[in-house]
């Protein structure tokens, strides 16, 4: 089996998953949720593993994933976080005196 430099399979990155960083992997098997949708649901406002389950359908059943979807939506919020930290500084930087930030529109 050869392996490329990346560390995948040549044939997963001919499938539809090549777009993707990391392969999407299974959080919760009783439910079938996987990482990108758990990651999605973060983005979208779900800061809890049961509001994160409710907005895909069901909450938690056996538990064991909770652990695993709770870092998935913590590390979400953190990168939205230092996104934003990023893009208030860059603005900042922009107009250094707040009297010019003030007089546009």
């Known amino acids: 089996m050869k392996i490329i430099a990346n560390g995948y399979h040549p044939h997963y990155l ?3 998953n090549r777009r993707r960083k990391r392969p999407a992997m299974y959080v919760c098997l009783c439910n079938g949720y996987r990482s990108h949708e758990v990651r999605e649901v973060a983005r979208e406002g779900a800061r809890s593993v049961d509001e994160a389950y409710l907005m895909l359908g069901d909450g938690p059943c056996c538990g064991r994933c909770i652990a695993t ?3 998935m939506i913590d590390e979400e919020h953190a990168a939205r976080k230092a996104d934003q930290k990023t893009k208030r500084r860059s603005s900042s930087a922009q107009f250094p005196d707040p009297t010019l930030q003030a007089a546009l529109p």
């Open 14 to 16: 001919q499938g539809r």
């Open 69 to 71: 979807a709770q870092a």
